[in-house]
């Protein structure tokens, strides 16, 4: 099946409708993105029934699922609720140092050697992670990142490392979760490009993201209206437009209001059961992705990455850390 470079997204989708699905696969929009914990695979089952052959369905295993039997277990849950008796794609939604890789591969061998699925995705993972398990699983099929015209930093070597090995490379939040390109200050460029292509905003970012060849990219579809601007992105313009350059800032200068943890005990007892935990974090030391900020004033607000931060305060203390600030 060949795959259209705009996909479906469903994570944090609360208007998802068997209706809006049909709409989307109707556009050739042949790729449909899920998970277990986002709520939306049971609609996907009811959608794809009667075109189970023409739609590529990935989904994901939770970081707390990802020893083998687990893995299984994990898979057969989602098979259910899909109603289909084989995924396309099952990924890895987040690594978890506190189990061994070879367990979760192993997982993953014994499910492919099933059918029950074709192909094997991480998300979120560095290239140092993603080159270890290239080393261990060479069928890795592609990787899903944040990519969007706010945070451009698979851009660096993410991205030629996977054209190399012929990985696919899916881009969630490619609309930077609604913001496009990290805020409303920078929007007016955006909107004067748009207009003077005849298009929309959302268009002309996701058609810069899918003119990096083997770059797919994965919008949420939210409504009939994100449809209408989401299908016209064709994949050939350009944007004069460099990623915003992450800032330096010691943990101590963020505000941490919308933190689930307000101070480092918390975090190192883990009080509130994150996976993976942010000890494990801090003892794997590889940080996938620049913390995000708001700036509000002279404050820097803390809105993306928390248990980053605290693995890095573990780790590190208050030594500075990356920070992608939105204005």
């Known amino acids: 099946m060949k795959l259209n470079p705009v996909g479906i997204g469903t994570g944090n989708t609360k208007n998802l409708t068997v209706d809006s699905l049909h709409a989307a696969f109707d556009l050739g929009m042949n790729v449909v993105d899920t998970a277990a914990n986002y709520g939306t695979e049971e609609i996907i089952g009811k959608a794809?029934?009667?075109?189970?052959?023409?739609?590529?369905?990935?989904?994901?295993?939770?970081?707390?699922?990802?020893?083998?039997?687990?893995?299984?277990?994990?898979c057969d849950m989602s098979l259910v609720a899909l109603k289909t008796d084989y995924v396309d794609l099952l990924q890895v939604h987040w690594l978890n140092p506190a189990i061994p890789i070879e367990s979760t591969i192993e997982g993953f061998q014994y499910l492919l050697k099933q059918g029950k699925i074709v192909n094997v995705g991480l998300c979120n993972v560095t290239l140092p992670q993603l080159m270890k398990w290239v080393d261990l699983l060479p069928e890795i099929y592609?990787?899903?990142n944040e990519y969007n015209l706010f945070d451009r930093s698979v851009e660096d070597r993410m991205l030629s490392y996977c054209f190399k090995h012929n990985i696919k490379f899916f881009a969630y939040s490619p609309l930077d979760q609604g913001h496009f390109c990290g805020g409303p200050r920078r929007l007016g460029y955006?909107?004067?490009?748009a207009a003077a292509c005849e298009t929309n905003v959302a268009a002309l970012c996701l058609s810069y993201l899918i003119s990096t060849p083997g770059v797919h990219v994965l919008p949420r579809l939210s409504s009939f209206s994100r449809l209408q601007e989401i299908k016209n992105s064709v994949g050939n313009t350009f944007i004069d437009c460099s990623g915003d350059i992450p800032i330096k800032l010691h943990p101590n200068e963020l505000d941490l209001r919308l933190s689930p943890y307000k101070c480092v005990s918390d975090a190192t007892s883990n009080v509130l059961g994150r996976c993976p935990h942010?000890?494990?974090?801090?003892?794997?030391?590889?940080?996938?992705?620049?913390?995000?900020?708001?700036?509000?004033?002279?404050?820097?607000?803390?809105?993306?990455?928390?248990?980053?931060?605290?693995?890095?305060?573990?780790?590190?203390?208050?030594?500075?850390?990356?920070?992608?600030?939105?204005?």
Request: hydrophobic letters at 40%.
């Open 48 to 74: 794809i029934a009667g075109r189970r052959d023409k739609v590529f369905v990935a989904t994901k295993v939770g970081p707390e699922a990802l020893r083998e039997e687990d893995v299984i277990a994990s």
């Open 142 to 144: 592609s990787v899903q």
């Open 190 to 193: 955006l909107k004067s490009i």
């Open 278 to 327: 942010p000890l494990d974090m801090a003892r794997d030391g590889t940080w996938l992705k620049p913390l995000k900020a708001w700036r509000r004033g002279t404050t820097y607000e803390l809105c993306e990455g928390f248990m980053r931060y605290w693995a890095h305060v573990i780790a590190n203390g208050d030594d500075p850390v990356e920070v992608l600030v939105r204005e």
